[in-house]
C-alpha cells in the first residue's frame, strides 16, 4: 500500500494513503494487538480433484475449511462414479474410491500418509 501512496500525486489522499500504511505496519508488529484480533479456527483452503480410473485428473474443486475431518466430509459429495482426491497444497489429504461403500466395519476413506 505505501509504495501505491507513492504513485499518487502529492495531496490528501497520498497522505491518507500512507497514514494507512503506517498504521497497518505498527499493527502488525504488535503481538499484543494480533492475538487478540487473529480469527481462530479460520478456514484453510482444500483442492478436491476427481480422478478418472486411467489416472488423469479433471475437475479440480476449492473448499475453504477449517480441518482436515470437515474437508473431507465436503469432498464426499464430489465421488460420482470417480475416485476423489483431496489435497492442502501440495499434501494429499485422503483418497475416497469411487467403489467404496459407508459399511459398518469397513473403511470410507484411505488416509494419505
Known amino acids: 500500500m505505501l509504495r501505491y501512496a507513492r504513485s499518487i ?5 497520498r497522505n491518507e494513503r500512507r497514514h494507512i500504511a ?19 479456527n479460520s478456514a484453510t483452503e482444500y483442492r478436491v480433484n476427481t480422478v478418472d480410473p486411467d489416472g ?3 475437475q479440480k474443486i476449492k473448499l475453504n475449511s477449517p480441518d482436515d475431518a470437515t474437508a473431507a466430509e465436503s469432498a464426499k459429495q464430489f465421488i460420482d462414479g470417480k475416485d476423489v482426491e483431496l ?7 485422503v ?3 469411487h467403489k467404496q461403500h459407508d459399511t ?10
Do not use: C, Y
Open 9 to 13: 500525486p502529492r495531496g490528501s489522499e
Open 22 to 40: 503506517d498504521s497497518l505496519r505498527r499493527l502488525s508488529k504488535n503481538t499484543d494487538w494480533l492475538k487478540a484480533h487473529l480469527v481462530k
Open 56 to 58: 488423469s485428473s479433471h
Open 87 to 93: 489435497w492442502q497444497n501440495d499434501r494429499k489429504v
Open 95 to 97: 483418497t475416497f474410491g
Open 104 to 113: 459398518p466395519g469397513r473403511p470410507m476413506i484411505n488416509l494419505a500418509s
